[in-house]
């Protein structure tokens, strides 16, 4: 239960994250998240991450029953950062990183495989952003993550591939499995990865990072300042509110 991860002899590092019903991550989740995808990058035997979830779903965001459990700001403000932090854990992971994504991917997974390098999607596979506003959230829409990972052309494994004409970065683009092999074939790209020389593999990672025209992480923290003032007017809770008490909210707000 929780983020676990496990690292085979050829250097492939499978981070997975299982937290029943919805893969919904609490604030200590995002920040163990952060700490296990930057020690895997750290580790100089590890060559690829996957990073793969248990479950209907990927990731379905913040764990929206802890957030309004919780009195005060307290908890806004931790999942703000620790999904900042899980987010630029990704990004800045000194080895490629593989998102095998199955089912639902929504709010905060956005982030992260809009973080990675490469996108393995189930054909059951769904991304987005489904609030009625962005204050039903706890941290705002990750609207920079998104149309970054969805300018690359998804493509399936039952073809040839080809590179994405629409991708900035040839590495970030997707490709669409059957959901029984979908974490099978991240890990048969993994291997491709793993078989190569390590000191390039970093180095490409480093370079391509460095070339990037998005720059997520200001993107992020701009859009974290509307869920602020969102939060502070109040619209955020009685949003939040209505989501766990499963009941329609009040669009007149």
């Not at 009625?132 to 039952?158: G, N, Q, V």
Request: proline share 5%.
């Amino acid at each position: 239960m929780g983020i676990s991860h496990t690292i085979d002899d050829d250097g492939i590092a499978e981070v997975v994250m299982d937290n029943p019903p919805v893969n919904a991550l609490t604030v200590a989740g995002w920040f163990e998240l952060a700490d296990t995808m930057s020690a895997l990058g750290h580790d100089p035997t590890v060559r690829v991450v996957v990073l793969r979830a248990e479950g209907r779903g990927f990731n379905a965001g913040v764990d929206i029953k802890e957030m309004q459990a919780t009195e005060g700001f307290g908890a806004l403000i931790g999942a703000n950062r620790g999904c900042f932090a899980a987010f630029a854990a990704v990004y800045d992971c000194e080895v490629p990183v593989i998102a095998a994504v199955n089912g639902f991917c929504l709010g905060g997974g956005i982030g992260l495989v809009g973080n990675a390098d490469i996108i393995v999607a189930a054909d059951d596979a769904t991304f987005g952003l489904p609030r009625s506003t962005a204050a039903r959230s706890a941290r705002p829409p990750t609207s920079a993550d998104l149309s970054r990972s969805t300018r690359c052309e998804r493509w399936s494994t039952r073809r040839r591939p080809r590179r994405p004409r629409s991708c900035t970065r040839s590495v970030r683009c997707c490709r669409s499995c059957h959901r029984p092999s979908c974490g099978a074939t991240a890990l048969a790209v993994a291997a491709q990865i793993a078989a190569k020389s390590p000191i390039v593999i970093r180095a490409a990672k480093e370079s391509l990072n460095g070339i990037d025209p998005w720059d997520v992480k200001r993107s992020y923290r701009y859009e974290q300042g509307f869920t602020f003032e969102l939060n502070l007017s109040g619209v955020a809770d009685e949003h939040r509110d209505a989501f766990v008490a499963k009941r329609d909210t009040d669009t007149s707000t």
